[in-house]
């Protein structure tokens, strides 16, 4: 470890220790690319009320606002978390740290304020930013599981907590932009399972934290025993090109999901 790794992991720890959530999340191509996928699988009808909701915003496409929601970050705004234990162990009803919504309270919450038509356009509108948000983090299997991957980790020469390398460095490393890799992923051809609630997308996120990430790290946690190492682990040089697959299936089913759920809220 250099002298400018250690610190770096000591500041880490640092930050790690004094907040509750990281302030990270599918990085904004990621937000992107699922808010583009979803656009592109909007009923006319429901896409029409969506660009009039935008436009209260000034904005034109559901990718503009797709990553808003990182931006709030106060105690009493939403967790962008829902933490499923990882052991089998039945998960509390309010499954994340705090007492501010987790993710899959929240897209109830704003659901029911997005359809109400009687709200200001403003108001829906807010609903409608923290809705493409959150459902896209609840497939970052990192935001579904508990823990949520506080791991200091090293690949490449760069070292940075595992649940960064999920939101960030593997779809960065495949280097496309996201209107592009929206058309990517729904040309692929890789079929993937739709449906499902966001408890269950919750889930599928925390059985792939366990098989893929977690697979080859000790699970630590920052608020409760065992801590997580200071060391970090280094991980192969090929990891964010190996799990790339992983994180496109996601990004994909957050797209196709993330459409299904506009369209069953406000399709008639
Ligand atoms: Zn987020």
Redesign the pocket.
């Known amino acids: 470890m250099t002298k400018h790794t250690k610190a770096l992991s000591l500041a880490l720890t640092l930050i790690l220790a004094a907040a509750p959530e990281p302030v990270?999340?599918?990085g904004q191509t990621g937000?992107a690319a699922i808010a583009n996928v979803a656009e592109l699988n909007l009923k006319a009808s429901v896409w029409n009320e969506i660009k009039t909701l935008l436009a209260t915003d000034g904005a034109t496409h559901m990718s503009k606002v797709a990553?808003w929601?990182?931006s709030q970050r106060s105690a009493t705004d939403p967790t962008?978390t829902t933490r499923m234990p990882m052991d089998g162990s039945n998960p509390p009803a309010h499954a994340c740290t705090g007492t501010a919504m987790c993710a899959d309270e929240a897209i109830a919450y704003y659901a029911r304020i997005l359809a109400d038509r009687s709200q200001p356009a403003a108001t829906r509108e807010i609903a409608l930013k923290y809705i493409i948000?959150?459902i896209?983090?609840l497939h970052q299997p990192l935001?579904g599981s508990d823990p949520i991957g506080y791991n200091l980790v090293t690949v490449n020469g760069s070292t940075s907590m595992i649940h960064a390398v999920w939101d960030d460095a593997i779809i960065d490393g495949h280097g496309v932009a996201s209107a592009l890799l929206a058309q990517e992923l729904m040309n692929n051809g890789v079929t993937v399972t739709l449906g499902g609630t966001p408890r269950d997308w919750a889930i599928e996120s925390s059985n792939m934290a366990r098989d893929q990430i977690y697979d080859v790290l000790p699970v630590c946690w920052n608020y409760k025993a065992p801590a997580c190492p200071d060391a970090p682990v280094a991980l192969p040089a090929n990891y964010t090109a190996a799990k790339y697959p992983l994180a496109a299936q996601r990004l994909k089913q957050a797209g196709y999901r993330l459409a299904g759920f506009l369209n069953a809220l406000l399709g008639s």
């Open positions: 990270l999340a599918w937000h990553s929601a990182d962008h948000h959150l896209g983090d935001h």
